[in-house]
Structures are given as structure tokens and as C-alpha cells.
């Protein structure tokens, strides 16, 4: 207490109280002024990685049969990748399963048969061969082409200059509307936060059947595009 009869709050911006007992002041600390901008940035990257999903579809109306059937192709199309320098270690199972098939009639179902399916996963490192592998594997008696699928093999390098470049697009668009403001701002950001990134746009072939004597339009690998987008928010230190 001093002598006036009034307590004293020093080290609080020397603020001198009101009469003793009373309420303690109460201090607001003032949120900051900001400015939050999206920046968004891409990398091109080369198509050097090719995923196949191909297979064996056979249908019988015996089970056994049709399994059967189904695994002596199935091998003879590994063998022949296997045969081109396709490591197996670039070969998976992607989906097997047996499908009991029907047809209406009058109203009625009708037991057709079994289907047996086999679809294989190829990862391919040199994109000029995708073209090859299609066409020994359905000359080895696979007749599903699921989809070919060109990506890159280095996804994060792309993915982090994308990053890069999003970054610094955000910053050139908050300093664009601070100077349209007349403001001042931080140079550092308050805070970045990545936003959700949408699938890279590869090229992508859909779906399809092919005669063992079918050929195969050779693919080409083209580039990629890699997108990145982030939402930044940066302080406004002089209006």
C-alpha cells in the first residue's frame, strides 16, 4: 500500500489500481491483424514408372476346372514376364476370386457357371518396354487389360519442389495484397498449413479385353504434373 490508500501493480504497463479490496484489472491482449493468402505450386516430373494391372478371367461350368485353367495360364503369363527381365519381386496379386454367375430367366435365376479371375500387378522402371510387357503377357493367354498407369519413381523430390513453390507463391501474394493494403507484414509467416493434395494427373488407360492376337498401341510416357497447394496467414506489423 502507498500512502493514498491505493495498492500498485508494477511490471503491468504501470497501471496503479483502484482502492484496495477492489477488482483486479483485467488485461486483453489484443489478437493481431493478419492476412491469409493460398498459395499454389507445381512440378513437372518425367513418366518413368508404368503399373499394369493384368490378368487371366476363365469360366467354366466346372469349379475345379475352371480353377485349374485359370493357374496354368496365370503361370505361363509370369513366366513370360519373368522371361523379359521383369524382376518377380515387380510382380503381385492384386485381386483372385471366384464369382458364381446366374442368368434370369422368366423371372427364374439360373445357374451359368463359375468365373475365376486373376489380376496381376507389373511395375515396369522403363516405360518404353509397357508396350512389350502387354503384349507377352496377352500372347501367354491374358486376356484383361485393368489399366496402365505411368507415374514417377521419385514421387517425393516432385512433390517437395511443388511444396517449394507453393510456398513461395503465398508469399509473393500476401506481400501483393499487403502493398494493395498499404500495410506492412512479417516476413515470416504465422503459420503454414499444407492442404490436401489432389491426385497427381497421370495418364491413365481404362478397362479392357484383348484377343491373344490382339496388338498393342505402344504408350507413350509424356510428363506429369505435381500440385501442391498450402494456406498461410502472415502478421500485420504497421498499418
Same mark, same amino acid.
Given at each position: 500500500?502507498?500512502?493514498?490508500?491505493?495498492?500498485?501493480?508494477?511490471?503491468?504497463?504501470?497501471?496503479?489500481?483502484?482502492?484496495?479490496?477492489?477488482?483486479?484489472?483485467?488485461? *486483453?491482449?489484443?489478437?493481431?491483424? #493478419?492476412?491469409?493468402?493460398?498459395?499454389?505450386?507445381?512440378?513437372?516430373?518425367?513418366?518413368?514408372?508404368?503399373?499394369?494391372?493384368?490378368?487371366?478371367?476363365?469360366?467354366?461350368?466346372?469349379?475345379?476346372?475352371?480353377?485349374?485353367?485359370?493357374?496354368?495360364?496365370?503361370?505361363?503369363?509370369?513366366?513370360?514376364?519373368?522371361?523379359?527381365?521383369?524382376?518377380?519381386?515387380?510382380?503381385?496379386?492384386?485381386?483372385?476370386?471366384?464369382?458364381?454367375?446366374?442368368?434370369?430367366?422368366?423371372?427364374?435365376?439360373?445357374?451359368?457357371?463359375?468365373? *475365376?479371375?486373376?489380376?496381376?500387378? $507389373?511395375?515396369?522402371?522403363?516405360?518404353?518396354?509397357?508396350?512389350?510387357?502387354?503384349?507377352?503377357?496377352?500372347?501367354?493367354?491374358?486376356?484383361? *487389360?485393368?489399366?496402365?498407369?505411368?507415374?514417377?519413381?521419385?514421387?517425393?523430390?516432385?512433390?517437395?519442389?511443388?511444396?517449394?513453390?507453393?510456398?513461395?507463391?503465398?508469399?509473393?501474394?500476401?506481400?501483393?495484397?499487403?502493398?494493395?493494403?498499404?500495410? *506492412?507484414?512479417?516476413?515470416?509467416?504465422?503459420?503454414?498449413?499444407?492442404?490436401?493434395?489432389?491426385?497427381?494427373? $497421370?495418364?491413365?488407360?481404362?478397362?479392357?479385353?484383348?484377343?491373344?492376337?490382339?496388338?498393342?498401341?505402344?504408350?507413350?510416357?509424356? #510428363?506429369?504434373?505435381?500440385?501442391?497447394?498450402?494456406?498461410?496467414?502472415?502478421?500485420? $506489423?504497421?498499418?
Amino acid at each position: 500500500m502507498n500512502g493514498n490508500g491505493y495498492g500498485g501493480y508494477e511490471g503491468l504497463g504501470g497501471y496503479r489500481g483502484g482502492p484496495a479490496g477492489g477488482t483486479a484489472p483485467a488485461f *486483453v491482449q489484443r489478437t493481431p491483424s #493478419t492476412i491469409e493468402v493460398i498459395g499454389e505450386g507445381t512440378a513437372t516430373a518425367p513418366a518413368d514408372r508404368a503399373i499394369i494391372v493384368l490378368g487371366v478371367v476363365t469360366e467354366g461350368l466346372e469349379l475345379q476346372t475352371v480353377q485349374a485353367e485359370n493357374a496354368r495360364t496365370a503361370a505361363a503369363v509370369i513366366e513370360a514376364l519373368l522371361g523379359m527381365g521383369i524382376p518377380r519381386e515387380k510382380l503381385q496379386t492384386q485381386d483372385y476370386r471366384i464369382d458364381t454367375m446366374y442368368d434370369f430367366i422368366d423371372g427364374k435365376q439360373v445357374f451359368r457357371g463359375y468365373q *475365376v479371375t486373376n489380376m496381376l500387378q $507389373v511395375t515396369v522402371d522403363q516405360v518404353a518396354q509397357t508396350g512389350a510387357v502387354v503384349d507377352a503377357a496377352v500372347a501367354s493367354g491374358a486376356n484383361s *487389360v485393368s489399366s496402365i498407369r505411368l507415374t514417377t519413381s521419385r514421387p517425393e523430390l516432385y512433390e517437395h519442389q511443388a511444396l517449394s513453390n507453393a510456398v513461395r507463391d503465398a508469399a509473393q501474394r500476401a506481400i501483393t495484397v499487403a502493398q494493395t493494403l498499404g500495410v *506492412v507484414i512479417s516476413k515470416v509467416p504465422l503459420e503454414v498449413r499444407q492442404l490436401p493434395r489432389p491426385s497427381e494427373p $497421370v495418364p491413365m488407360f481404362k478397362a479392357a479385353s484383348f484377343a491373344a492376337d490382339s496388338v498393342v498401341t505402344p504408350i507413350e510416357a509424356g #510428363t506429369l504434373t505435381v500440385s501442391s497447394s498450402v494456406r498461410a496467414t502472415y502478421v500485420i $506489423v504497421q498499418a
